[in-house]
């Protein structure tokens, strides 16, 4: 069984006024996740990657579709059952200092783990697994305990969350754009951290825009456009033999040293959309054709573990 | 660039603090640089290092930033000792900004015809008479005409981003300043800002660009020399090919080496990234600043470093003294 299984999840958000206009942020989306595995979720802006992590984080509703997580629907629970999930999935988000409350002490985060799940925990006990944890994440507990939020730079705080990850037994982590707001050269380190929770058995899905960052680290890849999943498979796959349109253009894109774009041929940006084309990327697309405004497009596998959501794909 | 081009904007041991309560925060410490006529400069370096203090406090000083010393000359004038009134007329005409986070900043109630007629009022000129050469810029950057009449709301990032490039340059600017302007953006409209960059370069719209970002890998697309700061010096300035190559200053190999591209996995690669922090720039004392996280620091970097010339690269670290070691 795997760790996580999602079906035909589909999320939408009301537009306008009076919400008459739906915006599926969300449409669709099928995968699963085994145990101890990264799995990179990228898209650009408004590709509806946040929106899968706060649905499996359970901060929003789906409008349909199901999460199973070791083979329980997820999607209804609340109460009792809903605080055991939570030990077993977590999340941690793109601005660390938004994620503390700057007046009380970096203690108290982790303090509120031992209240909300372990109220029994005698103070010493809590002191030496906090010291502990603080310490696998590659920090002096020494020079982290007793300071405020303030005192911490971005990536020691985000090391304090996936610390406090490892005070539950959690097996899936949600890390939404986790190291977008780091600086360069503390970056590697939190995403050679992802890869020690790997080994410790834990299961991460590691939403970024960044490709390379993706490419680094995950075992496998979905690349996500307006809420769909166009294409999915083992990361080396999908970077080295890239199927979907859209995959293709981005990884063109991505900048990279030692790789120069030719500048002088054109390059073209997104488009406002104009066609109700069943796909998507119809109105970007380079390669559509008549059938691609009429038919529309299903997952198909093109090689072992590598799918792609496009007409074209066996062409 | 051919032959030895003549030198736009030159800077010269520019010492722009950051006054508190405590004493002074020194963001930009002793820079010097030039940008020749139809150069693209990167200046590259990570947050805190002092670079869009750089690029602001060229364009507009405002409180509690303080202009302590040295000299920015453009067109022969140092343009940090103007007044009020004569930088008023350098700023937007020769030398522009296209601040960070600018997208964000047009007024949602406006049309964004509205927007770019109040901006050219300024300059004592107006949206009609300026029409034809707005539409031709539009053309540029991939934008129709009928943005002009659209809100700020109505466009994505990408697009405003674009737009923002439009108006930033509608005075033709000698020097136009980019501070992090790819990177709230998506990898396809980074690349598309990039390319529209070069095009306004090659058309001659923009003399020169100083462009300032964290992110090396899209500074390598278009820029022909890069400075990299760290915390508020400069560590090294060299051609973009060269540093990307054989990078001189440890903190510049460090910081590349630590890059993730595509190509390189964790599972058969590990890259480290740089242990420590920077420090913390209020009252700073002297020595090189990056000495605590520096494999290489000896007795020496206790003091400060001069400017180093190897090769006409420029480097401030003191193994580069003889200007043999390597």
Known sequence: ?315 | MIGVAEVVLDVRDLRIYYRTLYGYVKAVDGVSFDIKRGEILGIAGESGCGKSTLGNGLILLKPPMKYMGGEAILDGKNIMALSPKELRKVRYGKISIIPQYAMDAMNPTKKIKQIIDDLLHEHGESFERKKDLIEERLEIVNLGKKVLNMYPIELSGGMKQRMVMVISTLMNPDVLIADEITSALDVSSQRSVIQMLYEMREKKIMGSLAFITHDLSVLYQIADKVMVLYAGRVAEISPMADIVQEPLHPYTKMLLSSLPKIGVRYSQTKLKGIPGYPPSLLNIGPGCRFRDRCPYAFEKCEQDPPVFDVDGRKVSCWLFERGDVN
Not at chain 1, 38 to 59: F, R
Not at chain 1, 199 to 213: K, P, Q
């Open chain 1, 1 to 315: 069984m795997s760790l996580l299984k999602v079906q035909n999840l589909t999320k939408e958000f009301p537009l306008g006024f009076f919400g008459k206009e739906r915006l599926k942020a969300v449409d669709d989306v099928s995968f699963e996740i085994e145990r101890s595995r990264i799995v990179s979720l990228i898209g650009e802006s408004g590709s509806g990657k946040t929106t899968v992590g706060k649905l499996i984080l359970k901060l929003i509703r789906p409008s349909s579709g199901q999460i199973l997580v070791n083979g329980r629907d997820i999607t209804q629970i609340k109460g009792k059952e809903l605080r055991e999930y939570y030990r077993k999935v977590q999340g941690v988000f793109q601005d660390p200092f938004s994620s503390f409350n700057p007046i009380y002490k970096i203690d108290r985060v982790l303090n509120m783990v031992f209240e909300e799940f372990f109220p029994d925990t005698p103070d010493s006990e809590r002191k030496t697994r906090m010291e502990e944890v603080i310490a696998s994440v590659g920090m002096n507990p020494r020079e982290i305990l007793g300071k405020y939020p303030h005192q911490l730079s971005g990536g020691q705080l985000q090391r304090i969350l996936i610390a406090r990850t490892l005070l539950l037994d959690v097996e899936l982590l949600i890390a939404d754009e986790i190291i977008s707001m780091l600086d360069a050269s503390t970056r590697v380190d939190i995403l050679n951290l992802l890869g020690d929770l790997r080994e410790r058995g834990m299961s991460v899905i590691f939403i970024t825009h960044d490709l390379s960052l993706g490419y680094y680290i995950s075992d496998e890849t979905f690349i996500m456009y307006r809420g769909n999943i166009v294409e999915m498979g083992d990361t080396e796959k999908v970077f080295h033999n890239p199927i979907h349109p859209y995959t293709k253009m981005l990884l063109e894109s991505v900048p990279e040293i030692d790789r120069k774009w030719d500048l002088s041929k054109r390059f073209v940006p997104e488009l406002v959309s104009s066609s109700n084309a069943p796909c998507k990327y119809y109105d970007r697309c380079p390669i559509r054709d008549e059938k691609c405004l009429v038919q529309k497009p299903e997952m198909v596998e093109v090689e072992k573990n590598h799918k792609v959501l496009c007409l074209k794909a066996g062409d």
